[in-house]
């Protein structure tokens, strides 16, 4: 007969021994399972084929635009409120050589293409027409760079489900070339070439779907710059027009018919 205390030792011992066996197959099965999540993946990636290789340098470079039109696409890399102030004031006052000095000394694309049109005023004769030609060439020669990177973003999101459905194309190719070659006898074969076709399909479009939204994004943020540095050109015109009214009106009243200080008693 086995004494109690020793029963209870064995099944501890028993209980421990089978928790510890359990403990490691699902250890086993965890990791087996991690294993073959990685592999699938990875192997997904590679029956893709060859327009696997595009679709992911294209999803690179929407990566890369993207980043990069959420740091230049801000309202203060294209203008200065303050600066916008205080150069219209110049203007309305005239003062070309001061609003050449605030441009020189605050580059913006505001300020190039202000500066571009104050080039058109030699010898102080200013040519408002001439002026306004010179701000509306400089608008297109600043504002057409940032749109073109954005016109990226559009190319890449048409051009992603294009290239995913070329790869479905060649897969489906491979797959009926395999049932001609070979029969219905290894399905295997002709597992790989869909799954290269259906692969290749979802790659392109989700490279494709966020990349447009993104375009559109980018596309609405560059259109509210536009009308804001529009607005301001608009202003500086105005402010020089009117400056050039009052200052000739200023200038033409004879020094005679301003008001005179009364001459002191004893003069």
Request: net charge negative; glycine share 8%.
């Amino acid at each position: 007969m086995i004494p109690k205390q020793m029963r209870t030792a064995l099944a501890t011992l028993l209980y421990l021994a089978f928790s510890t066996c359990a403990f490691a197959q699902a250890e086993e099965t965890a990791a087996a399972a991690v294993t073959t999540s990685e592999r699938s993946f990875l192997e997904m990636i590679a029956q893709g084929g060859w327009a696997m290789y595009p679709l992911g340098f294209l999803s690179v470079a929407a990566l890369a635009l993207t980043v990069y039109n959420f740091i230049v696409l801000r309202p203060k890399d294209f203008f200065n409120d303050e600066v916008a102030t205080e150069l219209g004031g110049k203007l309305g006052e005239v003062d070309i050589e001061g609003a050449k000095e605030i441009c020189a000394n605050n580059p913006t694309p505001l300020t190039r293409i202000v500066n571009h049109g104050l080039d058109s005023i030699r010898d102080g004769e200013v040519d408002m027409e001439l002026f306004r030609e010179r701000l509306e060439a400089g608008s297109g020669k600043e504002l057409a760079q940032p749109f073109v990177i954005i016109n990226y973003l559009s190319i890449i999101a048409s051009i992603s489900p294009m290239l995913g459905l070329l790869g479905t194309v060649s897969g489906m190719v491979k797959a009926f070339s395999s049932i001609a070659t070979v029969g219905m006898g290894q399905p295997d074969l002709l597992a790989g070439n869909i799954s290269e076709a259906l692969i290749t399909t979802a790659t392109g479009m989700l490279v494709g779907i966020p990349t447009m939204f993104f375009f559109f994004y980018f596309k609405n943020q560059y259109g509210k710059l536009v009308a804001d540095m529009t607005m301001y050109l608009n202003d500086m015109y105005g402010d020089l027009r009117h400056g050039l009214r009052v200052k000739p009106q200023a200038a033409s009243i004879p020094e005679s018919s301003l008001p005179q200080e009364p001459n002191e008693p004893g003069n």
